[in-house]
């Protein structure tokens, strides 16, 4: 099955630093999500990516869908304390596709 | 207050017993879907169901078992021919395939 790279694995930064992540993939993805969980619950949607090259923002958070449509980012800007979690990409491939791939998860911890 | 409810947090089962979880959403909802996670390890998906009365094997179905008899439920079955547990189950819906998943809080299954 496809396969999702998500990096970095984990990360530690300084409270008001900006932080990046990305996804890559094998296969073309036509759709990408980002998550964050929290521990003990489930994943919470943070950005939706439709089109290749579509940057979408949510708050302090950017995400982009890659031109390729291999792969997608993350941005999180002026990081503070309740952005620690679990971060994951998700990807779908086709159109009328029900099934998600997804990453195994960047940790992030931030340090006040 | 709409989303996706998970039943019971924690789940304990004994050597060669079957046990059900449970998982309602109120947000009318078409599809809905069951996921195992594992320690550092993104989400692999069990089974879904596009529609009532309908549903698909996912990645890593062995082992397990759901109905859907009803729009809001999808009630998930770990039986005991499942050897590997022990694991976080999270639920999900989407209005469509298409559509972004949302998530319970979900279930940790342990083994006594």
């Known amino acids: 099955g496809q396969q999702l790279n998500q990096s970095p694995q984990s990360m530690f930064i300084q409270e008001g630093e900006d932080v990046s992540m990305n996804c890559t993939s094998s296969?073309?993805?036509?759709?990408w999500l980002w998550y964050k969980q929290d521990p003990g619950e489930g994943p919470v949607l943070l950005i939706a990516?439709?089109?290749?090259?579509e940057l979408t923002s949510n708050g302090r958070l950017t995400a982009q869908f890659g031109i390729t449509r291999k792969d997608s980012f993350l941005n999180i800007s002026a990081s503070i304390p309740s952005d620690v979690g679990i971060y994951f990409c998700?990807?779908?491939?086709?159109?009328?596709?029900?099934?998600?791939?997804f990453g195994k998860g960047t940790k992030l911890s931030v340090i006040p | 207050d709409g989303g996706i409810t998970q039943s019971p947090k924690y789940l304990f089962r004994k050597e060669g017993q079957n046990v059900t979880l449970s998982c309602e959403q109120n947000?009318?909802?078409?599809?809905m879907y069951w996921y195992r996670q594992d320690p550092g390890q993104g989400l692999r998906l069990i089974y879904y169901s596009q529609i009532v009365n309908d549903f698909q094997k996912g990645d890593i179905a062995e082992g397990y078992s759901v109905s859907r008899e009803k729009k809001e439920s999808f009630p998930l079955t770990v039986t005991s021919a499942q050897k590997n547990p022990t694991a976080f189950y999270l639920c999900?819906?989407?209005?469509?395939?298409?559509?972004?998943?949302?998530f319970g809080d979900g279930t940790r299954l342990s083994i006594l």
């Open positions: 998700a990807g779908r491939t086709g159109a009328g596709s029900y099934q998600l791939t």
């Open positions: 296969s073309i993805f036509n759709t």
């Open positions: 990516l439709y089109k290749a090259g």
């Open positions: 947000l009318n909802h078409d599809a």
């Open positions: 999900a819906s989407s209005n469509r395939g298409d559509q972004p998943q949302h």
